[in-house]
């Protein structure tokens, strides 16, 4: 259960997938070159490895512990935060104006990566800091940002963020808590608060919460919520925690997996209401948390590739490790070790080309969010838009079929707890739910980033994926991928017009096809980014490269693989998406249970 | 959390898809008829929805326990067996010669479906009882018979299979527990067992072990394996419980799922070696493992069915209960539980359509089974001998898919343990895995039971297939069945026909494609059902039985749903069968790893 952080699939993502010049290019970057690039991933991947691995099948077996409102993290956990906090690591893609290092998010995304495989539970504690951070950095106040972000950068204090309650899940329109000015220009926040990842635990000084609530005269529905900073410890003058603020741990819950990572329910407000301030303007906080969700929600499909790549490299290992049974049609052959049986080697094959497809396509949609933060190119906050749910949905509806797959190839031995294979199936069955289900991430994907532009974006990167497709040669070793790619192509954009042309005149029909699209969707960009792989490779190749020979001879076989084996489910999906939709409405509710 | 049996769907495909007649006349089934039937339906739906489902999620929580070699089920496991056995449940479909109650298979399939759907763990006990009951009616001595047979039919005695060692999973010719002659016609058996379900436990008198070992001058590999039937008590002269056996339970498993169901390490012949008695002929040990694990095969299928229809009936519970959001394209409309939502009545209906499709699969190969047991049709046994492979597999594949989307209509509450919806999917997870992984059904599939013939008895099925979609009428209501179903059956008969062609000549580029092949198999044969379905629904209809109007409507929207999205994915997987193979192959180990 070691894990190796997958150095040169990173590097070879970022110098040929996106190049380094075009990273460097970024505003701040001019440093960033391929070898500082090398020497951070290789750092990261050795503590990841070092540290955080070790602890990720004992803290599933121990958990976070409650007692009393207070919760105490996994043995080991709370000292490699420190470690991971005197290294620097919570500051590495932050703001350097409020100390953080400024690494591009395409660089970010292999170390985030990294963290995640080595120990998701652990990893979710500064995913959930970053998403702090960014919200009050685009919205804190002066003071705000003065008094909470070198803190939340440096990783000394965490973050959180504070939307569900029991009755307000997806739809947080229903929020209900509130906040009462308090007449000296703060707030006494009361209700009560589900699902809050690391909202009570033992591994930094000070917690802060970003909470929805309801002011007394706001508006009804989403249009009435306000976002509001509420410490677990009100800071002091000196921005040191001073006294305990009226927030309680009533618990936390018993999951299935993810276990490690504590996931409170919070009580504001018992003893007469949490103190907090308003981040923002008044009633805009469900469009702040939007912007702040746009990169947790990226953050939960690279953590879907996370999960992924660790239960892939444990099933290689057992498959190569496991001796049973003589190879098909080997007469006389010795027993083998079941890498050589044709199923586990389809198995295996299956999780690694999805793995480059997902790492390829996470890292150019970071590269995209670079792109779009500096403001450079017109079209990268809207190809940005595009992918993310693409990014968060697709990555993580494969990390469970993947992470099951793990199991699969370890046979009964996958079905044991101590084997720890079983451990990444039941932690991957959170991603496609949390930050908005694959549902909620199809249908913001088929409203607010297809149709409200026409299809715009979406033709857009088609016109790229198509432009890559006509660049396969149409002989020799890659000439079999373009007519898949070309073809699949074709399908989405097929997809895409009856998408915008349904979603304005039978919406439902339009949501109906939404998670069958967002699937295509993701399927071909994969097809595509495996398909760029393959031409980067087979150029090296061509180039005389014979020190990486089998690095990139594997990447022509991935792609083809991907595009026999994955690339080949676009025609169900496009089929799904424009015939689909009348038999998913010919029944009705009672008819359903009938 | 509750269970209601599906009796009417049950009915609908005893009486529509194999007739009641057909089961009639079946040799000593001459009593059986419609309210024979539906009343044993009912009764066994209430046994298993009043003393079995309430136990299920406490069991998985309290698990079985060990303690010094001695087992303790979870509570209310011993008492709700020795009610089973008191109300007659295990003999029900065991021969009537030795106390049993001669049901046909086709009838008992629909009450075996219920005790797995109300609780998997419990029910594994007698079906691996069953297991061991056809085993020595197959092949063990009049002695044997007389002195097992009533017990473990009636019940107070429980059966297990022995197959698996440390180093012998899938590959039994690895096998080395050892048998030797004790000179009075018994043998003393040495060796360490894994993974026997049942191994040990509290609910009953007795165990009867099925251990497969070697004789000492057995030869290698797989020919040189026999069958022995150890007791853990070894009876006195009538039959009596009597001095304890020389097998301890070491340990017991702590697993991903079905935690209430106990997996022994056994450890025979500690003191000097465990007494046994050969079944059958020597050396012909694999060769009676295979008969009986044929049935056991289709029978760990229906447990994929079940386990599925219990998590559709708590997601679709759930989705009427929960409300949340307001629905698509309603202005002004209130808050609508989540059913009415889009993608999750997609999510519901794919896990209706995929239920009913295996329900009728299922039991039309049972009544092959009860056929090919009656030897009346010649065809029967080759039938039944294809179908259980694509029971086994399709059904236990597809139980996990549905199990994560029953996980993933809840949301955030699908995570929660107490939920109960994530144990569905825990207790799933085994079900590819035990009696034969996917991949060892899929090679069964594509060797013994199409390349052998030829692809005879596959193209046979075929043919009835293109029959049924042949009568569909291409106009009307059923007509969108039509072209679906008949371009799936010709897909199939492609790849049977690739994969005879393909067997003899290049057998690892077939067995890269055995698992898809399986896949598409159980996906064309589901479409056929439903489609059967649909045509039996839409004749009631017309014949003006208004009754069950809302039934037999749903039964054809269902047909429709399933030929959109599911059947739609057979091209997918005819490529993947066809055109997989070489990717498959492309990349050498260390490739793999790279």
Chains 1, 2 share one sequence.
């Not at 892939?312 to 049974?325: E, N, S």
């Amino acid at each position: 259960m070691t894990y190796a952080a997958p150095l040169r699939d990173l590097r070879f993502v970022l110098e040929e997938l996106v190049g380094m010049d075009a990273v460097a290019a970024l505003p701040g970057a001019d440093h960033v070159n391929a070898e500082l690039v090398a020497a951070v991933l290789e750092e990261a991947g050795r503590f990841a490895a070092d540290v955080l691995a070790p602890l990720n099948a004992p803290g599933d077996k121990a958990g976070a512990r409650w007692d009393d409102g207070a919760v105490t993290t996994a043995p080991g956990f709370a000292d490699a935060y420190r470690r991971f906090v005197e290294g620097g690591w919570n500051a590495l893609s932050c703001n350097p104006e409020h100390g953080g290092q400024g690494l591009p998010k395409s660089v970010a995304a292999g170390v985030e990566e990294m963290w995640n495989a080595a120990n998701m539970s652990f990893a979710l504690c500064p995913l959930l800091t970053r998403g702090a951070i960014e919200a009050l950095e685009l919205t804190g106040s002066d003071a705000q940002k003065a008094l909470y972000l070198p803190k939340l950068i440096e990783g000394s204090w965490t973050g959180t963020m504070n939307l569900t309650e029991p009755q307000a899940g997806s739809d947080l329109a229903a929020v209900r808590t509130r906040a009462t000015p308090d007449g000296e220009g703060r707030y006494r926040i009361q209700g009560q608060k589900i699902y809050i990842t690391y909202g009570e635990h033992d591994m930094a000084e000070n917690i802060v919460h970003l909470v929805l609530a309801r002011l007394p005269d706001a508006p009804a529905g989403v249009k009435g919520i306000s976002l509001f900073v509420v410490p677990k410890f009100i800071p002091d003058a000196d921005g040191r925690p001073g006294a305990r603020n009226d927030i309680r741990c009533v618990s936390i819950e018993h999951k299935l997996g993810i276990k490690a990572s504590p996931t409170a329910v919070l009580a504001y407000g018992d003893a007469g209401g949490a103190l907090g301030e308003l981040v923002g303007e008044a009633n805009r906080g469900l469009e702040y948390m939007f912007i702040m969700m746009n990169n947790a929600r990226f953050q939960v499909g690279l953590q879907g590739l996370a999960i992924a790549e660790r239960a892939f490299q444990q099933a290689r290992a057992y498959a190569r490790d496991r001796v049973q049974g003589t190879e098909a049609g080997v007469r006389g052959g010795g027993r083998v070790p079941i890498i050589r049986h044709a199923d586990v080697r389809r198995m295996l094959m299956e999780m690694k080309a999805r793995i480059e497809a997902m790492r390829a396509l996470g890292i150019v949609t970071a590269h995209a969010l670079d792109l779009a933060q500096a403001g450079q190119d017109a079209g990268a906050q809207a190809r940005a838009d595009l992918l993310i749910p693409i990014v968060k949905g697709w990555f993580t509806e494969q990390a469970g079929d993947i992470a099951s797959l793990g199991v699969q190839i370890h046979g009964g031995m996958g079905f044991i707890e101590e084997t720890g294979a079983a451990q990444h199936l039941r932690d991957a069955r959170i991603l496609p739910i949390y930050e908005g289900t694959t549902g909620i991430q199809a249908n913001d994907l088929i409203g607010r980033k297809v149709a409200r532009d026409g299809g715009r974006a979406a033709h857009a990167l088609a016109a790229e994926m198509r432009a890559t497709a006509e660049r396969l040669p149409e002989s020799g070793e890659l000439a079999g991928l373009r007519a898949g790619l070309l073809s699949a192509v074709s399908l989405l954009n097929a997809c895409t017009d009856w998408m915008v042309a349904t979603y304005g005149t039978d919406i439902g029909a339009a949501s109906a096809g939404a998670v069958p699209y967002l699937k295509l969707f993701g399927t071909v960009a994969g097809g595509w980014q495996t398909a760029r792989a393959a031409m980067a490779a087979a150029a090296r190749l061509e180039g005389g490269d014979n020190a990486d020979r089998d690095f990139h001879q594997a990447k022509i076989g991935t792609a083809q693989f991907y595009a026999a084996h994955v690339l080949a489910q676009a025609g169900a999906y496009a089929h799904q998406v424009m015939h689909g939709a009348p038999a998913t409405f010919a029944l009705t509710d009672d008819q359903i249970a009938a």
